[in-house]
């Protein structure tokens, strides 16, 4: 269901989203505590970034200062150009699903939330109605549409406040833990609606504990670790940059000790009787023909996931 | 603007229905005070008999003392609720003036409840025969007094934004419309009038008198001195919850509880 985007009206900038050396310090008992500095995050049309951190690192205040919720001390954000802390007209290109909040009325239906918070967002009533029709289909809703959200599953929930959230047609979408306590099926649900919101354009800021999730879906990750951002790349290339070069090669049956001793020439060690491990590239093709013709269960890549490439940065910080 | 009140109003109709029960409850309940003001009005009145002891007088008295204490506390409590239940950040998305969504949901609750007691008091004048007679000239100062009451309770819920809990200042608001209300600072001798006047909601409560219980005509200058009174609250709990605003943002506790 392709619907035009507001950043569609926006060309001077590419970025939907620039935040600049963000700052936020809170004070407590006589104590100042930095829970944000110098973060600076930007976000394109149609990408979506995934901003990981642990616990307490800072995602929901930076990501309520981009919302204009929390002022920031220091630094700025800019929504297609617009301030949203200082234009109120910059919040109609947002839309945002915060964590641990409800982010709906319980004991209104979704239809009726859906037409509330489009008005509230600047819409007509008319216009709220219509969107709100297209949005309850497109996130399979619809026969749920005259049902108390209190009666809702949790999956349906965050459909739901998900399809609040793009009522307006906004040009960024934050997502907090969209898929918290969520089932297997209703988060497949969630990842199926945050690819095809992308696909039409808007720009998607996601902070998520489920690693995998945020590998699969995101184009750039950026971590951040006590409030500062420690590494923001690609995610390939962060995967990449964490991946090493050395080969898996388990083959089916026990290596004979004459071809180990072969293979002990080269430099290669057995990791197990029935596997090792290659990591000078240039003798993978020699330890090939040594094992020849032993069958070969699987010859891999050491790769990294998402999980540690986090949790190298995140313990390599507090290390 | 027009839209966020017709959604407000449509809010407010729905939850009418839904929890029907409830709805009817407080509707027979307001039936009951009515029917006992046009039974015996003074003993039910209480202070509102201030107005004047005819029925008309009392009614208004009571109308104007329910819709003044029904304004000033609901933003705040409104403001509680939202934060405590979580969608208190979703109004802040909104590109409209916070302050201005919750005095519109202000206005359409008021709508749906006037409207309630209208209806109440046309049936009973039909089933009791007596008849209320209330002159134009009553709606002026009463507009006064409810914009005066807006910036209360604009002022109360700039409050509630930055420290949550106004549960206990609420509880006092009866003694402070007790004395905005029912005191009589149009008898006294100047200077003490116009500190008297200085006071929120005042110069409105004391044309109603004069016009109700004094059977004066009305007077436009003090009328005057109303609109500018109630204007003065209005702007400053307009600016109060502005400053609130911006200092909740500051400390990062708009949507804390």
């Known amino acids: 269901m392709a619907r035009s985007i507001q950043s569609d009206r926006v060309a001077s900038d590419p970025n939907i989203l620039t935040a600049h050396q963000l700052r936020k310090a809170y004070r407590s008992q006589g104590k100042e505590m930095v829970a944000v500095r ?39 954000v800019r929504i297609c150009d617009r301030d949203p802390h200082r234009q109120p007209a910059a919040l109609k290109l947002v839309g945002a699903v915060l964590e641990g909040n409800r982010n709906v009325y319980w004991r209104y239906t979704p239809a009726e939330n859906l037409e509330y918070f489009g008005i509230l967002r600047g819409m007509s009533g008319q216009a709220a109605r219509k969107r709100g029709a297209e949005l309850l289909e497109q ?137 090792l491990h290659v990591t000078d590239v240039q003798v993978l093709y020699q330890v090939l023909a040594i094992l020849n013709p032993m069958p070969i269960v699987q010859i891999q890549k050491d790769q990294a996931n998402l999980t540690d490439v986090f949790l190298k940065l995140v313990r390599g910080a507090q290390a | 603007m027009i839209e966020i009140f017709w959604a407000e109003l449509k809010r407010q109709w729905i939850q ?7 709805s009817i409850a407080g509707i027979v309940g307001l039936a009951i005070i009515f029917y006992g003001l046009f039974l015996t009005t003074q003993y039910l009145a209480g202070p509102t008999t201030q107005f004047g002891t005819r029925l008309d007088s009392i009614v208004v008295g009571y109308v104007l003392w329910t819709m003044v204490s029904f304004i000033i506390g609901d933003i705040a409590g409104g403001l509680q609720q939202e934060a405590s239940t979580g969608t208190l950040e979703q109004i802040f998305l909104s590109p409209f003036p916070v302050a201005q969504i919750f005095l519109l949901r202000e206005l359409a609750r008021l709508t749906v409840t006037l409207t309630q007691m209208v209806a109440i008091l046309v049936l009973l004048m039909v089933l009791t025969g007596r008849m209320l007679t209330f002159s134009p000239a009553l709606i002026l100062p009463l507009i006064s007094v409810i914009i005066g009451a807006f910036g209360l309770a604009l002022t109360i819920g700039s409050l509630s934004l930055l420290i949550k809990e106004v549960r206990q200042i609420l509880s006092l608001l009866p003694f402070v419309l007790f004395v905005t209300i029912l005191v009589p600072v149009e008898t006294w001798g100047m200077p003490a009038r116009l500190v008297g006047w200085l006071l929120p909601m005042t110069p409105g409560a004391g044309i109603l008198r004069d016009l109700m219980a004094r059977n004066q005509g009305l007077d436009w200058g003090l009328l005057a001195i109303a609109f500018l009174n109630g204007g003065l609250y209005f702007a400053i709990g307009w600016l109060l919850f502005q400053q609130a605003e911006r200092v909740a943002k500051h400390r990062g506790r708009l949507g804390g509880y």
Not at chain 1, 62 to 75: V, Y
Request: proline share 3%.
């Open chain 1, 38 to 76: 110098e973060v600076s995050l930007s976000l394109a049309k149609g990408e979506i970034l995934a901003f990981l951190g642990p616990n307490g690192a800072g995602k929901t205040t930076s990501i309520k200062m981009i919302a204009g919720l929390i002022r920031p001390d220091q630094g700025w």
């Open chain 2, 16 to 22: 009418q229905r839904r929890f029907a029960i409830d």
């Open chain 1, 139 to 275: 996130f399979q809703l619809s026969h749920k549409r005259q049902t108390l959200v209190q009666s809702l599953s949790r999956g349906m929930q965050q459909k739901l406040a998900i399809a609040v959230a793009l009522m307006h047609s906004p040009a960024l979408l934050l997502l907090d833990e969209p898929t918290l306590g969520l089932d297997v099926e209703a988060t497949e649900d969630v990842k199926r609606l945050i690819r095809e919101i992308v696909h039409q354009g808007c720009a998607i800021l996601l902070t998520t504990h489920q690693l995998a999730i945020a590998e699969e879906l995101s184009d750039r990750v950026a971590i951040i670790n006590n409030g500062e951002i420690v590494t923001e790349a690609t995610t390939a290339d962060l995967i990449r940059q964490f991946s090493g070069s050395a080969y898996l090669v388990e083959t089916e049956h026990s290596i004979p000790a004459e071809r180990v001793r072969k293979l002990h020439l080269l430099g290669v060690d057995l990791q197990t009787e029935r596997s």
